[in-house]
Every structure is written in structure tokens, then in C-alpha cells.
């Protein structure tokens, strides 16, 4: 392709984020999508300056330096400086960030830049940016950082802020190596408090460990380590913290941090202390503006010694800042919230900015008023267009509803009105100044615009239930057409005087994708081309084309071209349906042909139209369309296209921000511009102005709106560019009368009111008819209301409502017939049905006969049969579902139980005891205790091995067994109940990690022996309850059978097994515990019903083949001889003749009488004799019962106490497994803080020895400058003693005054030494040139070398000589200073790191004792086992505290000599109780003689008192007064009337007071403010005579100079001799001292051996 000619950005609007910056004193600058834009406070003048490569990231200013910096987007991304104003590329700097930076800062003074990226490398770094060279790095830990801020009082230090943490980074230098140290602040917490670090102690230092052992760091317990230990908090002891949200250095160096919470904090960057200035009130007092909040600190900025604060609350708040304390002295209210507030350089102006995009100007010297300076807004745009009837304005809108004109010259807002709404889209109208504006709602407002200043909505519509996504005005001002994600277009009177009629809508093949026009003026035609996507899928492209003709005249002129709903008939439409090849994302209709842009293959595509494809039919195939011309475009898509106004240039945009502008005949030739950065999301609309000279771009995601100029343009001829221009003109002219007409029409048109008028549609039309009774009323109003249509229905639905209303009008009449004949016809259905009710059962009908609608019952019952078969359905998967959770639990729970749990309750009492329920030991335990007991036999085979090797005493051997087996000392009673493991370790041998493991696994071996044995008896009990039950039940049978022969009616008690003694019922479920009918399939029914059939047949015939038992009953009673038992129940027969009379009785029937008395009365004895016997047995029956069960409920009881035996000696093992685990999980703790020093240690050693290379090689660098810097003082010092050679030819006289000029020396600003500032305060002078002192002094140095300084009669070339050589020597002096410095500095850092080195080594030094500590610890823990003991109650003779007693001071002492010794002292006791006792006796008596005499002693003293007083008593006047008065009250009256005197006259005194004070104080205010003025004068003499004095001291030690060389000679020559004297003097002593040696030698040779060597011999 060709890149022919070029555009030129006119200018900027938008507000990408709330970033202002000062670039100089009056002007202020900002980012706007992919520029920068300049804005003069003073004059509002605006400058922009595009960024070079793809959109602007991370941005700052410095108005100090008047220059800026940014980042771009995208990866690898640089850094671009620019000054200001010549908008110059300062420098592009390339670092190693990867994808974006998150914050940039420059330094006000000094060439520095610092940058932080983000992920992912996460690198804060600090440029140079006049070399080009990043001077050093740091990575970053967590998230990113939000901003940077250089201390402008020492650059060294560099504020950076994260969300929710602050960091200070000190950077230090040693020549040109740069090192930056970061300084975490510790931010308290949400309520005011310090957070308190954990005390992290590796081990008890004092030798003495606790019951729980060493104390280990909770990092160790959570076994941690490496960083995540040292980093470790825990959960309880985390709080939130304070967020920084604005933070602003102080003239101190101090930092001042605002938080979101309401807090003020003040940061000492040295110390890094944190003292809060300010904590929110939680009470809301009355003065709110005073009253700080949270919030109230969103910004923070410093003038002078005050504190500016603004936050979301709108005020402006200045605090004075005293200490600690703050005073908010004076507030503004504001007309929104700042988000940001910065002051200029001068610090006289200061900007507030908002988040909506106003900037206001605040001059709080010159108590000015607060001016808005910029008002833009903030949001995204949707879409720009020209305003056609006013050719110098274009017009925008947001997402927000914010519609704003802006002037095409200079780009200035003339107006705006806000809707209040979520708009989608926008387009303005041609012949009436007025725009239209779709919502999400699917609304479509006017809003008129023919007074620019203030726009007003005029009309409101609503087409759809989605947003509108098209609006489209023909270039005839003819129609509007709407189009929206429903396939529905609407089509609108454009013209105000029709006022915006709705002519009716279009229904398109699919989801509306684009929507171009094009009008043809002379057969008055209007051409809409719609894209329509049919897939349904995405509806961002489309392969349909559907080409509309629409005839102004018919459709306008005439009111029959639509249906009753509104749809435009299809004969006063002509349409074509295309297809396409490939789905375009937008497309534009030009003359004859179409241009679309292909998204998948990224092309733009040029159609031409068939012209056979104009049919008048709308449901023709679909007519195949082949692209004529293609030509790649942009990287990024979608596309937008865009026709100019003469139809013949075509302007494509994307997602890649960029614009290209082409002619329709040669599409691969294009000029373009990078409007708009890609990485957010490229442009979002765009429109030529009427004249297509004038292109306006707004971006998607950037709020930022661009106006550009076509300049240059070669792919068009100068004729060309005319003929659009004249094109535009042409159009304007023809439209001038319509509208001038049309716009008159529009002013006049009320505002639109949402309270009085409401949507365009139909309401319900209800007819007025005479009802039949309420409740059909009620029936034909509920039909009614269901067709009226809501209130938020459309356009479209009112129309459907009006046809509805219409339809209810027309058939009103027969719907009221047909509900009379309805309810007659109910009536009488009624009636037949309760005469049916009242019928006998053979007569009645059943209730469906009476139901007229059979299809309706029919799907009535196969609905009902739906819903059952759906809950059966339900329910069996829930039962199967619960089934599947019976069997797992059954499976886990009960199956796995080797012993099921159960209990034994006893029989006559509560008394219940359990078993242990057990499972199954798994192999892999059977395993690991089969290699226990292993190891064990063959540790004890070893064992008793070496003692037979080294002949142990046999007795000794058997009193250790005799101990090891000693209750006492094994710490648990289990080898009494069956825990018996001849394997187990002693308590006292068990050290290491592994026997501890070893012996938990035989104690659980011994809880299980334990638990089965004890089962074991259990399963014995139980089997005898069986057994007594069953012989209980035996018993009850036989006592069952006496009492029915006594006849009696008393119930048996009869014992059974409970639910706990018979778990397993648990799992099965009866038939008497369902209390609900069981459901039966006609299956099981029917089945039920033969087996009921077949039992009954087969009694019958049992009954009629027992013809045998039959007789026997009717005989013999069913027996064939008589039992024993019968005899009670036996009867003598009477005689028949007893019935007669005795009288008539015969001699016979008399005898058979008394036979029959004599059987009766045997039959009596007999009787009763054997119901004795059955009585008996009974009592003898029950008293077995009661005993058995007796005996049974003893041996339960006893079972119970095995029980609870059983509980203490599993109790016993558990805490000793307990004890053991806790040994081994603090051994396991000790082991992981061992790992963490090690860890620690190994990155100490790493770091010593890496700070000891850096240290090794900046004390060579820093050895180097010193001696740079000595040749520097040599070389200025031979400058000095060569100044007399020099001028060896001048006279002595004139040479001592050319001295005294040599040494003189200009007053300018001496350079501070480094020295005297703290550790980072030198930083406030590296950032200054070097250059800078010497450039000052050799202006200085200007006026000295003037010639009327010259001496009188000195030649000028002499004086020239000597200007050159004094200025040599100036230059010298400084560079000596410079050197001076800069060795300073480096012996400064120099020092820093070698105190760096050595706290490396003393941390390696203690890490090492601390391990060697731990180690100690570790031995000393493991050696000192925790030992479980037996004691019986009352043998514990130590004290216990509090919850567990500490035994490490206890002796085991046999308990006979402990009672002894108890007897003693009882003994002892009692004796001194008696002496006591008699003592306190006695005692008590003479304490009570002592206080008897006192007590006389005093009452005599006070007798005598008393008489010396009445003796020396005067009676005075007011005694007297008091006697003679008789009443009190007259005294007292006069006492308060003289007191009350004495207070007037008090008072008046005191007011005189007073006001002689207040006097007094006025005249010392006068003295104190003329002493002021005094000072103030003072203080500039002072000042003028410390200039003098600072001359005189120069001049002083100029003259001095030469007179002190000649002393300095005479000194020098006084120490050689000196020194010569002091080195003889030296000489003898030292030959004396030889001498002297060889004697004390020849005296010990003299003297050998000697008595020293004799003694240590």
C-alpha cells in the first residue's frame, strides 16, 4: 500500500484519568486517550502533544524542571521525557519492563526519574534521564505500586504507594554506583493501635523448660520455613490495616499520609515511626466542616507549613500543622468531590480536580474565588456528529446521557445537557437543528439545539424492549430510521412540523448489524441498506444484505401504506435480498455500490450492486454478491466505515486506533493517523463534517474525542477537496429555507414533562355496559385488563393495544350474550347436580356424567398422571438415594465392627453398662506391631546378651525387674486387666524419636487387650441375661398356667431386651413402626388377593377333614383321659329328681342325695387342697424370678466397676500416647526452627559474603578518590606557593596587595558540606550539577576582574596575568571542593557498609548461638522424658498450681518415713501451739494493765487541761454579745449583711484589677510588636554586618598568610633540632638498655636453675 499525504489533529477534548500536573508556573497538563494535552490556567489555552508510539500509560510532570514524562501500552514499553514548551524529545529510556509501568516521578531537583513496573517483573527503578542510563533497580514483592513521590527537600528518598501498604526507598551512591534500600512502614490499625510484632524466641534462655517443654515461634509449631516462616502471622493476630490514599512530604522531611479511613499520620522516613495525627471522631459534631471524616484526606498537598485536604465529602479544608497537633483554620465548600489537588510551582495557584472531569483554579493567597478552569466531564463516548445546519459545531454524547457542543475551531464546550439515561447512539438531523439520541431502554429522544447554551429534550419515544443500536437520517432530511437487536426498523418523519410522526416499521431477515442511506434528490428516493446477521450467534456481523427503496412521496403524502399495526405494506417498498461470502461488521452504501469490512479476513471490501436488484417483492432468493475490490486495512478489528458527505472518500477505523481516509475509486492508497491507542480498544466512532475537510474520532474505551484535518492530501487533487468543500455549500443553501422553517417550528416546542405526558401509545378504551350480576362483571373485567398493556410498553404495543380495544368494542355485545347463556347453563348443571346428590345410590350418576368439556377431564387426568408418575419417580431416587446412604453408613458403621456396641441394663434397677465397640485391627496395623514387638524381642535379646557379657549381679538384675514391673513406675494398672505386652519400653529409657513411635503402637496394643478382655466378660454377662430372661419367661409360662386355673387376673412382669442390648433392630424396620398405608402395584394387589383365596380354601377344607377332633370335642371334651389339672374345673352331676321337691322325694333318690353330698364334699377337699399346692408353687416361682435377677443386677454391678477400672487404666495409656505425641510433635517443632536458622544462617553467610566483595571493591574505589583528592590539594596548594615566583617582577609592596586580591574571593551561596547532615540528608545536593558552584563563582569573579578593581599604577597586562592566575586558582579551590564531596559522600557509604557488614556478622554470630542453644535444648528435651506415675491419693506432698503442677523439684520418698516424720511434727506442733497459747495469755494481760494505766494517765491529763482553760478564760465583747443575745437569728443576720459588704467592695476591687491589667497588657502588645519591628531591623543590620564580618575574616586571612609562612619556617626549624636532641637522647637510652640487659642476663646464668622454674617443676 501507499501512505500518501498526511492529517493534522486540530485538537483534543476528553479525561482519561484524574492525573493534572504542573509543567510551569501558568500551565497545567493532562492525558487524553493517546495525547497530552496543555491547558494554561490563566487564559485557558490548550496545546496538545501525541504520543509516539501506542497510547499513554503511566504519566508525570515537573514544574520545577519543565519537563514531563510517560510510559506507552503494549509490550516492552519505553519511557518518553519531553520539556516544555518546546515539546522536545528529551530522551527515550528502554528498561526491562515486560508489559506496562504502573507509576513514573521525576525529580524537581535533579535529573532523576523513578519508574515501577508491573507483572512481571515487578521492578522499581531509578533513571538518569539527561544519560540515558538506569542508575539502579529493585524488585518489587506483591502487588503494584500506585504512585511515587520524590522527597523535594532530599531526593534520596522516594515515597511509593500501594494500596494498602507505604515504602520509602532510600537511595545511597558511592561515585557512580547507586543502591536502593527499601524501608516498609508499619501502618496501624483500622482503630488508631500499633500493631504488635510476635516475640519470636527460638528456646528458653534461662536452662529451665516448662511442663509443655521449649516454647517454640508459632511459625515452627505451623512447621514453616524459609520466607513463608519469617512472614508467617496468625490468624488471630491479623488486623486490618490503614490504607494510604494521599500522601504529601513536609518541609521536615517528615511524610504526611492520608488515609481512607479518615486518618492523618505523620512518617518519620529516618526512624520510620508512625505517630497518628488525626483519628475520625465517631460522633458527628455540629460543625461539619471543621470536623474531619472518613474520606475527608483524598488529597493531600503542603504550602509553606500548611496542610491542604480535600475529600469526597466536597471541602477544601486548610490545617496549620503544629507538632503533632492540627488546626483546621479555614475551609471551602466545594461544588463536587476532588479526587486530586496539586499546586503550582510558585505555589500561588492551586488546581482541584474531580472525578466527573472538572478541574476548578483556587488561589488561596489572594483569597480569590474558586474558578472552574476545565470542564470536559468524564466517561466514554458513543458517538460524534456534526451539526448540519451550523456548520462550526459538532456535537458528542456519553454512556452516561452527557450530550456536549463543541466548537470545530478551537474544540471550546459551548453547552451541554445531561439525560440522565445509558445511551447507546446518536445522529443528528439536516434540516433541523436538533439531535436524536437512543437509550438502553429502547427510548429515542429529541433534544432541540438551536440555542447551543442550553439545550432542552423536546420529544420521547419508545420502539423496543433492547437498546437502540442505529440511528440513521437520510441525506434529504426526510426520514429517521431506527434499528435495534430485534430486527425491527422503524421509520420516522424527520421534520419537526410533522412533529416527528411515526410512519410505521420494517421487519428485517435477521439481528440489525449496520444501517447506511443514500438519497437520491431527483426521483425523491430513499435507499437503506440494512446488515443483518442471521446465525443468531454473534450479532456483531452479518452475511445478509437487504437493500430498501422507500418513496418520500407515497410514504409521507399518504396514511394507507401501513397495516393496523403499524407495518409498512410491501407494495410501497421495494427490496433486495444479497448474500455475501464472507459476514462483514459494517458496511456503507454509496452510489451503485456497497463497501464493506470483512472481520475474519481483515479486509475491506468493495460491491457493486446487480441492477435487476430492485424487485417489488419481499420474499425473492437471495442474490449472490462477489467483492469487486479488496485492500488490507487494519490489524485489529471490527472496522467502522464512514462516506463522506460528496460520497467520493471513504474513512475506515478500528480497534488499532487508527484512521485511514481513502477515495472510493482507489482503495489501497490512504492517509492515516493514530487517533487512538489499541490497547484501549481503538476508536469507537467517527464523522466528517459537511464540508469533509474536518474528520471527528472519539475512542471506545479512552473517553477521549479527536478532531482532525485533512492537510496535504495527495491522493486527491486541489479541485477535489474544492468540490466536497462546494458540495457542502450547495447542500447548505438548498436546505436554508427548510430550515429556517423547520427550526422555528422546533423552538416553539414545550419542554418534554415525564410527569404530564407519557410514551406514545394507545389506552384501553373501556365499554360502558350494563352487567347481569357482579361476578360476570368481575369475569369481563379480568378479561379486559389482560389485554391493556403495561406502562412501560412501546411504540409497537400501544398500536397492538388499540387493535385489541378495538376488537373488545366491536364484540362487546356477543361476549355478553355468550356469557348469559354460560351462566344459565351452569345453573341449570348445578341444579341437576344436587338432584343427583339427593338420589338413592343405584340411581346416581356418576360426577364425570355431569361434565361437558370430556377433553378438557381427559387432559386434566393425563396431566394428574404425569405429576404422579414425575413424584414417584422423585421419590424412588430420594429412597434410593437414602438406601444408597443405609448402606454405606451400615458399611463403615456397623459391618466394620469386629464388637458391635451394645449394653447390658440391669433388671431392677437404672444401672446400664457398655461394651467397647472395636473394628477389625486393618493387616497394615497387624503389620507395623508384628515389626514393633520384632524389634523389641530383638533389642531385649541384645540387651540381656550384654549384660551376660559383662556379669551383672544377679541381685540387682531382679530388684530392677522387681521395679520396672512395679505399677508405680509403668505409669498405668493395665497389666491388671489384661494389657499385658512384654515388650514395652520403660518410661525412663524412651529418648529417641523412634522408640516413641515404637511405644505408641504397644500402647494401643495394650488398650485393645484391654478393651477384649474386658468384652469378653461382658459377652459372659450377656449371655447369662439371655439365659435368666429365657428362664424368667419358662417360669411366667408355668405361673401363667396356675393363675388361669386360680381364676386369677393379675399381669406377670416380663422382662426383654431394650433397643441398646439389641442394636441390630436398629437396622430392621417392622411393620408396627410404619404408620402410613403401603403403597401396592395392581400387581401386588392382585397377587395379594390369590394368596388371601388360597388360605381360605385350604380352612375350609382342614375344617371339613377333621371329623375326628370334631367328635372327640362333643364327647369327651378333646380329651381322651383326665389330667390332673382338670380337677377344678370337675363337677359331681346332679340328679335329675332334685329338681322335684323333697317331700315327694323316694328312699333311692334320699341315698343317691347323701352319695351325692359325700362326692361333692371330696370333690371340695380335694379341690382345695390342690389350688394350696398351685399357690405355693407360684410364690416359689416368683421368688426364684426375684432372686435370679437379683443375683444378676450384683453381678452387673460388679461388671460395672470392672468397667470403670477398665476406663482408668485406657485412660492411663491414652495420656501417656498423649504425652508421647506431644514429645514428638515438639520435636518435630524443634527440628523446623532448626531448619529455619539453618536457612537463615545459610542466607546470612550468602549476604555477608556478597556485602563483603561490594564492600572490598567500593573501599578500592573510595582509596582511589582520596588520592585523587590529596594530588588535587597538592597540585592547589603549589598554585599558592608559586604565586610570588610568578610575579617576581612586581614590586614587594604591590605584590602583597595582589596576595591580599589573590586570597579575595566573591560572596556567593557556599556549598554545604555533606558531613553535617544526617545519614540520608546529603542526598538534598547530589542531585545538583557540579557544574553549578563553578559557573556561579566565575560570574562572581566577573566584577573582581573589572579594571576599576585594578591597583593604581600596575601595568594592564599584569593585571591581566593576574586576573587568568587568580582565576586558575578559583577553579582549583572548587574542584578541591567538589573533591572534598564527593569523598564525603563515598566515605559516607563507605561506612554504611561496613556497619552493614558488621550487623551481618554479629546476626550470623547470634544465629549460630542460637542454633547451638537450640541444639543444647533438643538434647536436653529428649534426655529429659516426661514420666507417668501411679500414686495413691494423699502422696503427693508438693503444692499444686493452677491447672497442671509442675513435678521438676519433686523426690519420690517412701511413705513410711514420710508418716514418721509426719508424726514428729504433729508432735512438735501441738507442743509449740501450747507455748504459744500460754504466751499470748500472758502477754494479753500486760498489754491490757499497760492500756488501763494509759488510759487514766490521759483522762488525767485532760482534766487538767481543762481546768488551766477555764482558768485563763477571757470573756471578750463578742462573748458577752453572744450571752446577752436571746436570739441567734439577729446575729446571724447582721454577720450575712456585713459579709455581703465586704463582697461588693472585693468585687469592685476586682474589676479595677482588672481593667489595669487589661491596660497594662495592651501597652506591653505595642512594646511587643515595636520590639518586633526592631528585630526585624535587626535582623537585616545583622545580616548586612555578617557579609562584612565574613569579608573582613577573608581579607584577615589574607594579610595573615603571609606572616604565618615565616612563623610556620621558624616552627619547622625549632622541631628538626628538636627532634635531633629527642633521637640522641634515644641513642644513649637504648645502649643503657643493652647493657643493662646483659647484666640481668650474666646475674641468671649467674643464678641457674632459678627458684621460678624450681616452683612449676
Not at 488486623?239 to 504526611?256: H, M, R
Not at 429529541?446 to 440555542?451: A, L, P
Not at 431386651?1057 to 430392621?1068: G, I
Amino acid at each position: 500500500m501507499d501512505v500518501l499525504g498526511n492529517l493534522e489533529v486540530r485538537w483534543v477534548q476528553g479525561f482519561t484519568n484524574g492525573t493534572f500536573n504542573f509543567v510551569d508556573k501558568k500551565t497545567a497538563c493532562y492525558t487524553c486517550g493517546n495525547f497530552i494535552v496543555f491547558l494554561n490556567v490563566e487564559t485557558e489555552t490548550r496545546k496538545t502533544l501525541q504520543s509516539p508510539a501506542s497510547g499513554i500509560g503511566a504519566f508525570t510532570a515537573s514544574g520545577h524542571c519543565r519537563c514531563l514524562a510517560f510510559s506507552d501500552l503494549g509490550l516492552n514499553p519505553s519511557i518518553f521525557v519531553y520539556n516544555y514548551p518546546e515539546l522536545e524529545l528529551m530522551c527515550e529510556l528502554k528498561g526491562a519492563c515486560k508489559l506496562g509501568y504502573t507509576a513514573l516521578a521525576l525529580c524537581d531537583t535533579g535529573p532523576y526519574l523513578v519508574s515501577s513496573s508491573s507483572k512481571p517483573d515487578h521492578t522499581i527503578t531509578l533513571w538518569n534521564w539527561e544519560s540515558m542510563i538506569p542508575l539502579c533497580s529493585h524488585p518489587l514483592f506483591g502487588e503494584d505500586i500506585t504512585a511515587l513521590v520524590f522527597n523535594p527537600m532530599n531526593w534520596c528518598q522516594i515515597c511509593a504507594v500501594k494500596s494498602k501498604t507505604l515504602t520509602i526507598w532510600n537511595v545511597e551512591r558511592c561515585g557512580n554506583y547507586h543502591l536502593m534500600n527499601p524501608s516498609a512502614v508499619d501502618l496501624p490499625a483500622t482503630d488508631g493501635s500499633a500493631i504488635e510484632c510476635e516475640a519470636n524466641p527460638s528456646h528458653m534462655l534461662n536452662g529451665k523448660m516448662t511442663h509443655l517443654g521449649p516454647q517454640m515461634p508459632t511459625s515452627a509449631v505451623a512447621g514453616l520455613s524459609g520466607d513463608k516462616a519469617d512472614s508467617f502471622v496468625p490468624l488471630k493476630r491479623i488486623k486490618t490495616k490503614l490504607c494510604p490514599s494521599a500522601i504529601c512530604w513536609s518541609t521536615s522531611s517528615d511524610l504526611y499520609v492520608g488515609c481512607k479511613e479518615g486518618f492523618l499520620l505523620c512518617v518519620n522516613p529516618d526512624t520510620l515511626l508512625v505517630s497518628v495525627l488525626y483519628k475520625p471522631q465517631t460522633e458527628v459534631t455540629d460543625d461539619s466542616e471543621m470536623s474531619l471524616q472518613e474520606g475527608s484526606f483524598q488529597s493531600l498537598v503542603l504550602q509553606d507549613c500548611n496542610l491542604f485536604a480535600a475529600g469526597i465529602e466536597g471541602i477544601l479544608r486548610k490545617i496549620l500543622m503544629k507538632g503533632n497537633k492540627l488546626e483546621v483554620v479555614q475551609t471551602w465548600a466545594l461544588d463536587e468531590a476532588a479526587s486530586a489537588i496539586c499546586f503550582s510551582p510558585d505555589g500561588e495557584t492551586l488546581l482541584l480536580t474531580s472525578n466527573t472531569g472538572c478541574v476548578y483554579r483556587f488561589k488561596p493567597l489572594l483569597k480569590d474565588e474558586i474558578v472552574k478552569v476545565l470542564d470536559v466531564l468524564c466517561g466514554d463516548f458513543v458517538a460524534v456528529s456534526p451539526l448540519y445546519t451550523d456548520r462550526s459545531v459538532c456535537l458528542s454524547v456519553r454512556e452516561a446521557g452527557d450530550i456536549q457542543l463543541w466548537a470545530l475551531d478551537d474544540g471550546h464546550c459551548m453547552g451541554s445537557i445531561s439525560l440522565q439515561t445509558h445511551v447507546t447512539s446518536m445522529a443528528c438531523c439536516l434540516v433541523a437543528q436538533y439531535v436524536v439520541v437512543g437509550t438502553a431502554t429502547g427510548d429515542v429522544l429529541f433534544v432541540e439545539m438551536t440555542t447551543k447554551q442550553k439545550p432542552r429534550l423536546v420529544h420521547r419515544v419508545n420502539f423496543y424492549h433492547v437498546p437502540v443500536d442505529h440511528l440513521v437520517f437520510d441525506q434529504g432530511g426526510n426520514f429517521l430510521i431506527t434499528g435495534a437487536s430485534d430486527s425491527r426498523m422503524f421509520v420516522l418523519n424527520a421534520r419537526p412540523s410533522k412533529r416527528f410522526e411515526v410512519i410505521g416499521w420494517i421487519e428485517a431477515p435477521g439481528a440489525i448489524v449496520s444501517l447506511s442511506t443514500q438519497y437520491q434528490k431527483e426521483s425523491r428516493q430513499v435507499k437503506v441498506l440494512v446488515l443483518c446477521s442471521k446465525t443468531g450467534r454473534e450479532i456483531n456481523e452479518g452475511n445478509v444484505l437487504l437493500l430498501l427503496t422507500l418513496f418520500v412521496q407515497q410514504l409521507t403524502g399518504s396514511t394507507s401504506c401501513v397495516d393496523v399495526h403499524g407495518r409498512l405494506h410491501e407494495d410501497v417498498l421495494h427490496s433486495c435480498l444479497y448474500e455475501l461470502p464472507h459476514a462483514l461488521c459494517s458496511c456503507v452504501l454509496a452510489t451503485n455500490k456497497i463497501f464493506g469490512y470483512c472481520q475474519q479476513r481483515k479486509v475491506l471490501q468493495s460491491f457493486s450492486i446487480p441492477e435487476s436488484g430492485e424487485k417489488h417483492s419481499n420474499l425473492q432468493e437471495a442474490v449472490q454478491l462477489i467483492p469487486e475490490m479488496e485492500a488490507g486495512r487494519h490489524f485489529l478489528s471490527p472496522a467502522l466505515l464512514q462516506l463522506s458527505p460528496h460520497q467520493a472518500w471513504l474513512a475506515t477505523v478500528g480497534r488499532d486506533g487508527l484512521l485511514r481516509i481513502c477515495e472510493i475509486s482507489t482503495m489501497d492508497r490512504y492517509v492515516q493517523l493514530q487517533c487512538h491507542s489499541c490497547w484501549q480498544d481503538g476508536v469507537g466512532s467517527v464523522c466528517f463534517t459537511p464540508d469533509s475537510q474536518t474528520i471527528i474520532t472519539t475512542g471506545l474505551r479512552d473517553g477521549s474525542l479527536v478532531c482532525s484535518k485533512l492537510s496535504r492530501l495527495k491522493l486527491s487533487e486541489a479541485g477535489k477537496a474544492n468540490a466536497a468543500t462546494q458540495y457542502g455549500q450547495s447542500i447548505a443553501d438548498s436546505f436554508e429555507s427548510v430550515v429556517s422553517s423547520e427550526n422555528t417550528v422546533l423552538s416553539e416546542i414545550t419542554d418534554w414533562d415525564s410527569q404530564t405526558q407519557s410514551f406514545t401509545r394507545y389506552t384501553s378504551v373501556h365499554t360502558g355496559e350494563v352487567n347481569l350480576n357482579e361476578k360476570m362483571s368481575h369475569e369481563a373485567e379480568q378479561e379486559e385488563n389482560f389485554f391493556a398493556s403495561p406502562t412501560s410498553s412501546t411504540w409497537l404495543d400501544g398500536k397492538i393495544d388499540a387493535v385489541l380495544q378495538e376488537e373488545i368494542q366491536q364484540y362487546a355485545e356477543t361476549k355478553k350474550n355468550l356469557r348469559r347463556n354460560i351462566k344459565v347453563l351452569r345453573d341449570r348443571i348445578k341444579a341437576m347436580m344436587e338432584e343427583n346428590a339427593n338420589l338413592a345410590d343405584m340411581e346416581k350418576l356418576e360426577q364425570q356424567e355431569f361434565n361437558l368439556d370430556v377433553e378438557e377431564q381427559q387432559r386434566l387426568l393425563v396431566e394428574g398422571e404425569q405429576e404422579v408418575t414425575r413424584v414417584r419417580k422423585e421419590i424412588e431416587m430420594e429412597n434410593l438415594a437414602k438406601c444408597y446412604q443405609r448402606e454405606v453408613l451400615k458399611r463403615e458403621c456397623w459391618d466394620s465392627m469386629q464388637v458391635k456396641g451394645k449394653a447390658i441394663k440391669a433388671f431392677h434397677s437404672e444401672n446400664e453398662v457398655k461394651n467397647y465397640p472395636m473394628k477389625e485391627r486393618t493387616e497394615k496395623e497387624l503389620e507395623e506391631l508384628h515389626r514393633v514387638e520384632t524389634t523389641r524381642q530383638i533389642e531385649l535379646e541384645d540387651s540381656q546378651l550384654q549384660e551376660v557379657i559383662l556379669n551383672t549381679n544377679v541381685g540387682e538384675k531382679n530388684e530392677e525387674e522387681a521395679a520396672e514391673d512395679s505399677p508405680a513406675l509403668t505409669g498405668s494398672l493395665s497389666a491388671l486387666y489384661g494389657g499385658i505386652n512384654p515388650y514395652l519400653y520403660n518410661q525412663f529409657n524412651l529418648h529417641v524419636r523412634e522408640q516413641k513411635i515404637n511405644q505408641i503402637t504397644l500402647l494401643k496394643d495394650v488398650i485393645y487387650k484391654v478393651k477384649s478382655t474386658f468384652n469378653k466378660e461382658f459377652e459372659a454377662v450377656y449371655k447369662q441375661k439371655e439365659q435368666e430372661i429365657h428362664r424368667v419367661r419358662e417360669k411366667n409360662k408355668r405361673i401363667s398356667e396356675i393363675m388361669t386355673e386360680l381364676d386369677l387376673s393379675e399381669t406377670l412382669w416380663e422382662p426383654n431386651l431394650t433397643d441398646n442390648e439389641c442394636p441390630e433392630r436398629a437396622l430392621t424396620v417392622t411393620d408396627a413402626e410404619i404408620k402410613v398405608e403401603k403403597y401396592l402395584t395392581p400387581e401386588q394387589k392382585e397377587k395379594e388377593e390369590k394368596l388371601r383365596e388360597e388360605d381360605k380354601r385350604q380352612m375350609l377344607a382342614a375344617k371339613s377333614d377333621n371329623m375326628r377332633d370334631q367328635a372327640l370335642n362333643v364327647m369327651m371334651g378333646g380329651v381322651l383321659e383326665l389330667k390332673k389339672e382338670d380337677v377344678l374345673r370337675m363337677e359331681v352331676p346332679q340328679p335329675e329328681f332334685m329338681s322335684k321337691p323333697e317331700v315327694q322325694w323316694t328312699e333311692e333318690e334320699r341315698k343317691s342325695f347323701k352319695e351325692f353330698e359325700k362326692k361333692a364334699k371330696e370333690l371340695s377337699e380335694e379341690q382345695e387342697k390342690y389350688r394350696k399346692t398351685l399357690e405355693t408353687e407360684m410364690k416359689k416361682l416368683l421368688t426364684s424370678i426375684k432372686e435370679a435377677t437379683q443375683m444378676f443386677d450384683e453381678r452387673l454391678t460388679k461388671l460395672f466397676e470392672r468397667k470403670v477400672k477398665s476406663e482408668m487404666v485406657v485412660y492411663q495409656e491414652e495420656l501417656k500416647i498423649a504425652n508421647l505425641v506431644h514429645s514428638i510433635e515438639t520435636e518435630e517443632e524443634i527440628l523446623s526452627r532448626e531448619k529455619q536458622l539453618s536457612l537463615k544462617l545459610e542466607k546470612a553467610r550468602i549476604l555477608k559474603n556478597e556485602i563483603g566483595e561490594e564492600l572490598k571493591k567500593h573501599r578500592e574505589t573510595v582509596d582511589e578518590v582520596r588520592e585523587a583528592y590529596d594530588n588535587t590539594v597538592s597540585e592547589d596548594k603549589l598554585l599558592d606557593k608559586g604565586f610570588r615566583k610568578e610575579f617576581y617582577d612586581i614590586p614587594g609592596h604591590k605584590i602583597d596587595q595582589l596576595y591580599k586580591l589573590y586570597k579575595r574571593r566573591p560572596r556567593v551561596q557556599k556549598m554545604k558540606s555533606q558531613t553535617e547532615n544526617s545519614l540520608f540528608k546529603e542526598g538534598a545536593h547530589l542531585g545538583t550539577a557540579p557544574s553549578d558552584g563553578l559557573s556561579l563563582m566565575m560570574k562572581a569573579m566577573e566584577e573582581l576582574d573589572a579594571p576599576e578593581n585594578m591597583l593604581e599604577g600596575l601595568d594592564p597586562v599584569v593585571w591581566e596575568r593576574f586576573c587568568l592566575a587568580r582565576r586558575a586558582k578559583v577553579e582549583s579551590e572548587q574542584k578541591v571542593k567538589l573533591k572534598a564531596l564527593t569523598l564525603a559522600e563515598m566515605q559516607a557509604f563507605l561506612q554504611r557498609r561496613t556497619d552493614e557488614d558488621e550487623k551481618a556478622q554479629l546476626e550470623i554470630k547470634n544465629l549460630i548461638d542460637e542454633l547451638n542453644g537450640l541444639c543444647e535444648e533438643k538434647m536436653r528435651f529428649r534426655l529429659d522424658s516426661m514420666v507417668q506415675i501411679v500414686l495413691h491419693q494423699g502422696q503427693v506432698e508438693v503444692e499444686a498450681e493452677d491447672f497442671i503442677a509442675d513435678y521438676t523439684d519433686a523426690l519420690l520418698i517412701h511413705r513410711g518415713g514420710i508418716e514418721d516424720l509426719n508424726g514428729t511434727i504433729r508432735a512438735l506442733g501441738d507442743q509449740k501451739i501450747a507455748c504459744m497459747v500460754e504466751c499470748k495469755d500472758f502477754r494479753k494481760g500486760i498489754i491490757q494493765q499497760e492500756w488501763d494505766h494509759m488510759r487514766m494517765r490521759m483522762q488525767l491529763e485532760d482534766l487538767g487541761n481543762k481546768a488551766r482553760d477555764i482558768q485563763t478564760l477571757r470573756i471578750t465583747q463578742e462573748i458577752q454579745d453572744y450571752l446577752n443575745e436571746t436570739s441567734n437569728d439577729n446575729m446571724v443576720s447582721k454577720q450575712l449583711t456585713t459579709l455581703e459588704r465586704t463582697v461588693d467592695l472585693q468585687k469592685t476591687t476586682h474589676q479595677k484589677k482588672i481593667e489595669a491589667c487589661k491596660k497594662q497588657i495592651k501597652h506591653l502588645d505595642r512594646q511587643d510588636v515595636q520590639m518586633q519591628e526592631k528585630n526585624a531591623a535587626l535582623d537585616l543590620r545583622m545580616a548586612d554586618m555578617e557579609i562584612t564580618v565574613a569579608e573582613r575574616r577573608n581579607v584577615f586571612e589574607a594579610v595573615a598568610m603571609g606572616d604565618d609562612q615565616e612563623t610556620e619556617t621558624e616552627k619547622n626549624y625549632q622541631d628538626i633540632i628538636l627532634r635531633k636532641k629527642l633521637l640522641s637522647i634515644v641513642g644513649a637510652q637504648s645502649e643503657e638498655i643493652h647493657a643493662l640487659r646483659a647484666e640481668v642476663e650474666r646475674l641468671r646464668m649467674k643464678n641457674f636453675p632459678s627458684l621460678s622454674q624450681l616452683h612449676y617443676n
